[in-house]
């Protein structure tokens, strides 16, 4: 997800380019962008380069007791987590502009515990009332829909309307998998210690919030077993993760009178009118054999099960919103899962409710302080300057036909992209917020999402939407929109920074633009058209090259051990591995175009080519509790941050030149082995 590339304009330095110094910040930090002092010089550059780079860095920044992970995207989060409380503490001292009014009263809803502790389960008591006079499956299933349209969250599927992959002009609804509360399906059905200690934690996770709710010890531990039970029966039928990274085996289109015979016990046109949702023919069903497994258990199972089940996922999305106890048993179970040893604080967690929930608004007084205008067209054109360079690169492949080669530059040619903030802001005007009713706040908030979510439905797509709000730190690529987007949130060191030398900023916002860039040409985004639509537009032989080539990065990542007997999963990982490898290739080549490049001239002892590589691999530095490592590599496709420093550089013969790694190095790699892609 990060990238850095070519900056063709002579005489001027990436750092020329941009300029994100905060107005608030009088002093501007002094920043030692390659620091020695955090490398480990006892390791050899070709033993353990991450090492090597990060070594004393590791050993001086253990995980906080609050964190599960702490590296250098953590710093950042921290600090734009600082930057919101300013903003939201400002915006609660009773501003007389509405918009800020609201998220400052959202704050402080949330940061008056005194409040939520005297109100302990009432603000869903109603909800579990509501759930015990069901009298039937029909019941049932109106109610489902009802919590949805009401921002109460998505029992048992997922439900959203968004793009039709094959025709990205139109909105369609979408079904999926869902129906669990553990991270993934494989904590419900593996026996290996870890998978068995979280499930029976998990467990008594359940029991223990039923029993918050004034219900007897003997009655949750039965509503627990019923939770299990579901919740079990839903992971076997769910793909894996492996498996719902190919869009056209997610991609089942469905009539919806056929959908109501594939699932005969739900009533599709019912279904979708409790949903809000008219004038629908059709939907894509990412999972059928799911939805199949879904009715059955609906008559297979009794009421009362269900009705549990419901309740179950009340409790479970409220938590964290209710009194000190709920919230303190939901943070036992995050522990088991995560390591976490203590709680966020609280101004934290508040803060990313409400960026979460009202996410432009808070956005744009992000923006409004923090960012530099001028900046956003000069990161437009570094990003061109980056395309252009991939560009060169298609054109140089050997092992690509020219007819497909037309087709990729095409869809290359074709990339939008959006940086720093949206051109065009969401009005939150019509959502009540109370500063006494964090949980009804967080409700009415997600109820507006809803609404304007189906509302979308049978009107032109608005592809000035954004998937991130301006303060993320982060970067995205919309296979459907053929978009590249950076929040203005990562446009800071170890990205990026003003005073920096051209390596370092290639090193780090260069790779994260040649990152995204190459997600348009992974296993998966290859898939897409220019357009947007999911269309092959590769020649058979051609497809089977690239083929061949990413089963050798997928056979690259197996290998590398995470944990005692854990390996990373090099096909869940394979689309963000082919794009670290592009885009630092991408980022490298640019980095050769630039002055400091051509004189060659050291800085601390360090060749421009060497600080280059030094730059990315300080990016990834993180530690990591082991509970949060396991998680990681059973549920994200980012492989750990040692692997994502490690394995593209080994395929590079620019970091064997720039280090003097020999075959004598345990990193070293034939030049015949050294996988070439993009």
């Known amino acids: 997800m990060k990238r850095l590339a070519t900056i063709a304009l002579a005489g001027l330095s990436a750092?020329?380019?941009?300029?994100?110094?905060?107005?608030?910040?009088?002093?501007?930090?002094?920043?030692?962008?390659?620091?020695?002092?955090?490398?480990?010089?006892?390791?050899?550059?070709?033993?353990?380069?991450?090492?090597?780079?990060?070594?004393?860095?590791l050993k001086k920044n253990p995980v906080p007791a609050s964190k599960t992970r702490w590296g250098s995207f953590d710093e950042l989060r921290e600090e734009s987590s600082r930057r919101l409380r300013t903003l939201l503490e400002d915006a609660a001292k009773r501003s007389s502009e509405p918009a800020m009014q609201k998220v400052g009263d959202f704050y402080a809803s949330g940061m008056d515990t005194a409040y939520i502790q005297q109100q302990r389960a009432n603000p869903i008591r109603a909800d579990l009332q509501r759930i015990d006079a069901l009298t039937s499956p029909a019941d049932f299933l109106n109610?489902?829909?009802?919590?949805?349209?009401?921002?109460?969250?998505?029992?048992?599927?997922?439900?959203?309307?968004?793009?039709?992959?094959?025709?990205?002009?139109?909105?369609?609804?979408?079904?999926?998998?869902?129906?669990?509360?553990?991270?993934?399906?494989?904590?419900?059905?593996?026996?290996?210690?870890?998978?068995?200690?979280?499930?029976?934690?998990?467990?008594?996770?359940?029991?223990?919030?039923?029993?918050?709710?004034?219900i007897g010890a003997r009655e949750a531990d039965r509503m627990a077993d019923a939770v299990l039970r579901i919740e079990t029966a839903l992971a076997k039928s769910q793909m894996a993760r492996v498996e719902m990274r190919d869009p056209y085996k997610t991609y089942n289109k469905y009539a919806v009178k056929d959908l109501t015979t594939l699932t005969p016990g739900i009533d599709w046109n019912q279904m979708l009118?409790?949903?809000?949702?008219?004038?629908?023919?059709?939907?894509?069903?990412?999972?059928?054999n799911f939805l199949r497994?879904?009715?059955?258990?609906?008559?297979?199972?009794?009421?009362?099960?269900?009705?549990?089940?419901?309740?179950?996922?009340?409790?479970?999305?409220?938590?964290?919103?209710?009194?000190?106890?709920?919230?303190?048993?939901?943070?036992?179970?995050?522990s088991v899962l995560t390591g976490q040893k203590e709680m966020t604080p609280r101004w934290q967690f508040i803060s990313g409710v409400v960026d979460s929930q009202l996410g432009d608004q808070l956005g744009q007084m992000y923006v409004s302080r923090y960012f530099k205008p001028e900046a956003k067209q000069r990161m437009l054109d570094l990003v061109n300057n980056l395309q252009e360079t991939f560009s060169n690169r298609i054109k140089g492949l050997t092992w690509m036909s020219e007819e497909t080669k037309v087709r990729a530059l095409e869809k290359l040619n074709a990339f939008t992209k959006k940086?720093?903030?949206?051109?065009?802001?969401?009005?939150?005007?019509?959502?009540?917020?109370?500063?006494?009713?964090?949980?009804?706040?967080?409700?009415?908030?997600?109820?507006?999402?809803?609404?304007?979510?189906?509302?979308?439905?049978?009107?032109?797509?608005?592809?000035?939407e954004w998937g991130m709000t301006p303060p993320t730190i982060n970067a995205y690529?919309?296979?459907?929109?053929?978009?590249?987007?950076?929040?203005?949130?990562?446009?800071?060191?170890?990205f990026f920074d003003f005073g920096a030398d051209?390596?370092?900023?290639?090193?780090?916002?260069?790779?994260?633009?040649?990152?995204?860039?190459?997600?348009?040409?992974?296993?998966?985004?290859?898939q897409y058209a220019a357009s947007g639509n999911l269309s092959d537009w590769w020649t058979k032989a051609d497809a089977d090259l690239f083929k061949q080539r990413a089963d050798q990065v997928v056979a690259q990542y197996n290998g590398f051990t995470v944990l005692d007997t854990l390996h990373v999963n090099g096909r869940l990982t394979l689309g963000e591995n082919l794009a670290d490898l592009g885009g630092l290739n991408i980022a490298y080549e640019a980095f050769t175009k630039t002055k400091q490049f051509r004189d060659g001239k050291k800085i601390n002892g360090f060749t421009p080519q060497q600080r280059f590589f030094l730059s990315w691999a300080q990016v990834w530095r993180s530690n990591s509790t082991d509970e949060a490592l396991a998680q990681q590599i059973l549920t994200d496709p980012h492989s750990p941050g040692e692997h994502r420093a490690n394995g593209p550089i080994v395929n590079m013969d620019a970091w064997y030149a720039a280090f003097n790694v020999q075959p004598s190095d345990p990193m070293y790699k034939a030049p015949d082995a050294r996988i070439r892609i993009w």
């Not at 997922?158 to 139109?170: L, T």
């Not at 802001?425 to 979510?453: C, F, H, P």
């Open 419 to 464: 940086i720093a903030y949206p051109d065009k802001w969401k009005d939150y005007s019509s959502i009540t917020i109370s500063r006494t009713d964090l949980l009804g706040n967080v409700r009415r908030a997600a109820q507006w999402r809803y609404n304007e979510m189906i509302a979308r439905f049978g009107r032109p797509v608005d592809r000035t």
């Open 502 to 526: 051209d390596a370092v900023n290639y090193g780090g916002i260069g790779a994260v633009i040649g990152h995204e860039i190459t997600h348009g040409f992974d296993d998966s985004g290859r």
């Open 143 to 214: 109610e489902l829909a009802w919590e949805r349209t009401q921002g109460m969250g998505g029992a048992l599927f997922g439900f959203s309307v968004s793009q039709d992959r094959k025709k990205v002009d139109q909105y369609i609804p979408n079904i999926s998998q869902g129906g669990i509360s553990l991270p993934d399906r494989d904590y419900y059905l593996k026996n290996d210690a870890r998978s068995t200690t979280v499930r029976n934690a998990f467990r008594q996770h359940v029991m223990r919030m039923f029993v918050l709710t004034g």
């Open 477 to 494: 690529y919309s296979p459907v929109n053929n978009e590249i987007a950076f929040p203005a949130g990562i446009l800071q060191f170890p």
């Open 273 to 288: 009118g409790k949903l809000k949702m008219t004038g629908v023919d059709s939907l894509i069903v990412s999972n059928p």
């Open 293 to 334: 497994t879904v009715d059955i258990l609906l008559t297979a199972l009794p009421l009362e099960d269900w009705k549990t089940y419901l309740k179950w996922n009340v409790l479970n999305s409220t938590a964290t919103y209710l009194s000190k106890d709920f919230e303190q048993e939901s943070f036992s179970m995050r």
């Open 15 to 57: 750092a020329a380019l941009l300029s994100f110094t905060p107005p608030d910040d009088k002093k501007p930090k002094k920043i030692k962008y390659i620091d020695p002092a955090n490398m480990d010089l006892s390791v050899k550059p070709g033993q353990n380069f991450y090492r090597y780079a990060n070594g004393a860095w």
